[in-house]
């Protein structure tokens, strides 16, 4: 946890294998900010009530998430990371981590999102396009039932981060910033867990200088390491994405056709 407080501690809704909610923790701990972190996420097998569309075998091994109370309290969609400050709340990883940004105002001069207005809004432009090429591909590489949509995913998603890529510079973070921007913590969750790809589907990412360089910087960076969930278990979470089990948001989302930013609270729920 991180030493220095802003006025209050922030009350963090976050899951040790969530990398949605890991960039949250990676612009917290760079930004030094204090805060109770809350394991709110988990899983559960849940029983069959014989009026679905399938026979309870088929239902039997599907594992569904459990919510903390006090998430669903500040959150009623239940998603992560939430963040809490009084009766203040914020949701969604990228808004959490622009939030963070300017709360960290008060201890840090450190800045995810640029001062320069231009600049600035060249990072959100790929922040959003990082999380839609990238990081979306990664679980139609995981869902998707069918080799050539799996195939495909994975063609995509090795297009996108040569297009991230492009915008590096030799020992710089993105766009040549000498330190890492929202653009390497929407990435660096998801870049980390790339060998799920090839532990699951055989998908192992072909050599990129620029990208293999900036990936290794950012693991280097002080405050990362412990901030990255176990191999070995984290395989062991993923394979409920790999086999089918996982019903979540993002896994329903991707197994009705959509992509994994493009869940629905009502459909997927």
Same mark, same amino acid.
């Given at each position: 946890?991180? =030493?220095?407080?802003?006025?209050?501690?922030?009350?963090?809704? $976050?899951?040790?294998?969530?990398?949605? =909610?890991?960039? +949250?923790?990676? =612009?917290?701990?760079?930004?030094?900010?204090?805060?109770?972190?809350?394991?709110?996420?988990?899983?559960?097998? !849940?029983?069959?009530?014989?009026?679905?569309?399938? +026979?309870?075998?088929?239902? %039997?091994?599907?594992?569904?998430?459990?919510?903390?109370?006090?998430?669903?309290?500040?959150?009623?969609?239940?998603?992560?990371?939430?963040?809490?400050?009084?009766?203040?709340?914020?949701?969604?990883?990228? =808004?959490?981590?622009?939030?963070?940004?300017? &709360?960290? %105002?008060?201890?840090?001069?450190?800045?995810?999102?640029?001062?320069?207005?231009?600049?600035?809004?060249?990072?959100?432009?790929?922040?959003?396009?990082?999380?839609? +090429?990238?990081?979306?591909?990664?679980?139609?590489?995981?869902?998707?039932?069918?080799?050539?949509? !799996?195939?495909?995913?994975?063609?995509? &998603?090795?297009?996108?981060?040569?297009?991230?890529?492009?915008? &590096?510079?030799?020992? $710089?973070?993105?766009?040549?910033?000498?330190?890492?921007?929202?653009?390497?913590?929407?990435?660096?969750?998801?870049?980390?867990?790339?060998?799920?790809?090839?532990?699951? !589907?055989?998908? +192992?990412?072909?050599?990129?200088?620029?990208?293999?360089?900036?990936?290794? %910087?950012?693991?280097?960076?002080?405050?990362?390491?412990?901030?990255?969930?176990?191999?070995?278990?984290?395989?062991?979470?993923?394979?409920?994405?790999?086999?089918?089990?996982?019903?979540?948001?993002?896994?329903?989302?991707?197994? %009705?056709?959509? $992509?994994?930013?493009?869940?629905?609270?009502?459909?997927?729920?």
């Amino acid at each position: 946890m991180a =030493a220095a407080a802003v006025s209050r501690r922030l009350t963090y809704y $976050s899951a040790w294998f969530c990398p949605f =909610a890991h960039r +949250t923790t990676l =612009a917290l701990e760079h930004h030094g900010l204090e805060y109770e972190w809350v394991e709110a996420l988990g899983w559960e097998t !849940r029983q069959a009530t014989g009026a679905e569309a399938f +026979t309870a075998t088929e239902r %039997r091994e599907w594992q569904y998430h459990w919510k903390h109370p006090d998430l669903l309290k500040a959150n009623p969609d239940g998603m992560i990371p939430t963040l809490v400050l009084g009766d203040k709340t914020a949701t969604e990883s990228i =808004a959490c981590m622009e939030l963070i940004d300017d &709360l960290g %105002r008060e201890t840090s001069s450190k800045r995810l999102v640029p001062e320069d207005p231009w600049l600035a809004a060249d990072v959100r432009v790929w922040a959003e396009k990082v999380n839609k +090429t990238i990081c979306s591909e990664y679980y139609n590489c995981l869902v998707k039932d069918a080799d050539v949509d !799996r195939k495909e995913a994975f063609e995509r &998603l090795v297009n996108a981060r040569d297009a991230f890529a492009e915008r &590096l510079e030799a020992s $710089s973070y993105f766009a040549g910033r000498q330190e890492p921007s929202l653009v390497d913590f929407v990435l660096l969750p998801y870049a980390y867990r790339f060998y799920v790809l090839d532990h699951y !589907r055989g998908f +192992t990412l072909p050599p990129n200088d620029k990208y293999d360089a900036w990936l290794d %910087r950012c693991l280097a960076m002080p405050g990362v390491e412990k901030t990255l969930p176990d191999r070995d278990r984290y395989l062991k979470h993923i394979d409920k994405y790999a086999t089918g089990r996982a019903r979540s948001k993002v896994a329903n989302a991707v197994r %009705r056709g959509k $992509s994994a930013h493009e869940y629905d609270h009502s459909l997927d729920g």
